[in-house]
T-cell receptor
Framework: NAGVTQTPKFRVLKTGQSMTLLCAQDMNHEYMYWYRQDPGMGLRLIHYSVGEGTTAKGEVPDGYNVSRLKKQNFLLGLESAAPSQTSVYFC?????????????FGPGTRLTVL | GNSVTQMEGPVTLSEEAFLTINCTYT??????LFWYVQYPGEGLQLLLKATKADDKGSNKGFEATYRKETTSFHLEKGSVQVSDSAVYFCAQFMDTGRRALTFGSGTRLQVQP
């Protein structure tokens, strides 16, 4: 099993450009999450999904959109990138959203917006 | 709202030293508590967890006890190794509302030989 994979690993964008980050999991998990990690702030939840075809807003959703067309994939889109979106983005998945259900994280995507 | 506060880093220790990383939480209810570890260039991995008061989570020589009276979940290890150098995140999870992890800011540990 590959677990949770993310593409790309690194990306540099110019302000106003768009891009899509792809997260894929092969564990048949229902729940998937997108977080961003900024220095001194830990990880903050952007959007999440409780199953195929569903999405919901997290703590910091502005400027991002997501889609979960297939159970194994969770896409994070930036329609018009801004320097404030420079961050490391982590995807995670879990079997269910409960205290007993471990979240498994991908290796991250480092995004720089100039 | 729910939040997690960790001690500032970096924490620099010599090999075989005793480690404590403090973590306190605020929550409207009784969350589950977690420690995640992030090794350089990698994603987060679950290190240990505790789901109710007085539970002790343990793994790889690390321990943490869920203290409801002090709203704390401090991470400890009796003898650290160079391979323990990483960033450690404390987190909480509530089974209501958004049902997602709330993380602390992370504490970088550097262990010197």
């Amino acid at each position: 099993n590959a677990g949770v994979t993310q593409t790309p690993k690194f990306r540099v964008l110019k302000t106003g450009q768009s891009m899509t980050l792809l997260c894929a999991q092969d564990m048949n998990h229902e729940y998937m999450y997108w977080y961003r990690q900024d220095p001194g702030m830990g990880l903050r939840l952007i959007h999440y999904s409780v199953g195929e075809g569903t999405t919901a807003k997290g703590e910091v959703p502005d400027g991002y959109n997501v889609s979960r067309l297939k159970k194994q994939n969770f896409l994070l889109g930036l329609e018009s990138a801004a320097p404030s979106q420079t961050s490391v983005y982590f995807c995670a998945s879990s079997d269910r959203a409960g205290s007993y259900n471990e979240q498994f994280f991908g290796p991250g995507t480092r995004l720089t917006v100039l | 709202g729910n939040s997690v506060t960790q001690m500032e880093g970096p924490v620099t220790l010599s090999e075989e030293a005793f480690l404590t990383i403090n973590c306190t939480y605020t929550a409207t209810g009784y969350p589950s508590l977690f420690w995640y570890v992030q090794y350089p260039g990698e994603g987060l991995q679950l290190l240990l967890k505790a789901t109710k008061a007085d539970d002790k989570g343990s793994n790889k020589g690390f321990e943490a006890t869920y203290r409801k009276e002090t709203t704390s979940f401090h991470l400890e290890k009796g003898s650290v190794q160079v391979s323990d150098s990483a960033v450690y995140f404390c987190a909480q999870f509530m089974d209501t509302g958004r049902r997602a992890l709330t993380f602390g800011s992370g504490t970088r540990l550097q262990v010197q030989p």
